[in-house]
């Protein structure tokens, strides 16, 4: 069984309300729940059944809804931590040129209009880096890489505070990005 991690340090977190934040969190710990009760209904139901069938399609849903969400609110802190001169700023470099260019796309992509996650991805296999769109919670992912900094891009992360202005929201949460804890994720 899972247990909803405690986000509760980013409270007062500048550009995020705590009404925001405390709802955002409610919406996770909804995800964990579900992921433990579908963990629970699959023990119950026989292969081959229209039942088992769909519980395994939803829970990539509630599963990646769930850590998703952990990697979000784990890369974010009070103030934001600055990227650091190691690997990952060279490998940003790199693919992209500059930091300002994998910035530029990675904040255009989060504007970009729909629903789903911006994620800075690592490919272990040849070292590679993409910033990745993944629309909903579990279409999109390319296999095989590892996310190393999440931006939840679904109306609930933003509209309370900032409605339809989808890019202040981006730039609230670019200032609060906590570099260290997405370089160790490479």
């Known amino acids: 069984m899972y247990t909803a991690k405690d986000f509760s340090h980013l409270l007062g977190i500048t550009g995020m309300s705590d009404a925001l934040l405390t709802k955002h969190f409610t919406l996770y710990q909804g995800y964990v729940t579900n992921t433990n009760k579908l963990l629970e209904l699959l023990k119950t139901k026989e292969s081959g059944t229209p039942e088992f069938a769909e519980l395994h399609r939803r829970f990539g849903w509630e599963w990646n809804g769930m850590r998703l969400h952990e990697l979000y609110f784990?890369?974010?802190?009070?103030?934001?931590?600055?990227?650091?001169?190691?690997?990952?700023?060279?490998?940003?470099?790199?693919?992209?040129?500059?930091?300002?260019?994998?910035?530029?796309?990675?904040?255009?992509?989060?504007?970009?209009?729909?629903?789903g996650w911006v994620i800075l991805a690592h490919d272990k296999k040849d070292g590679a880096l993409f910033n990745v769109w993944v629309n909903e919670h579990d279409s999109g992912h390319l296999a095989g890489l590892t996310p190393l900094l999440v931006m939840d891009v679904f109306e609930h992360a933003f509209m309370l505070d900032y409605g339809l202005k989808r890019p202040d929201y981006i730039a609230a949460f670019m200032s609060s990005i906590d570099w260290h804890a997405v370089e160790e994720r490479i």
């Open 74 to 115: 784990g890369n974010m802190v009070k103030g934001g931590v600055a990227l650091s001169e190691r690997i990952l700023k060279q490998k940003i470099e790199a693919t992209w040129g500059t930091v300002e260019n994998w910035q530029k796309e990675f904040i255009g992509m989060g504007a970009m209009r729909g629903i």
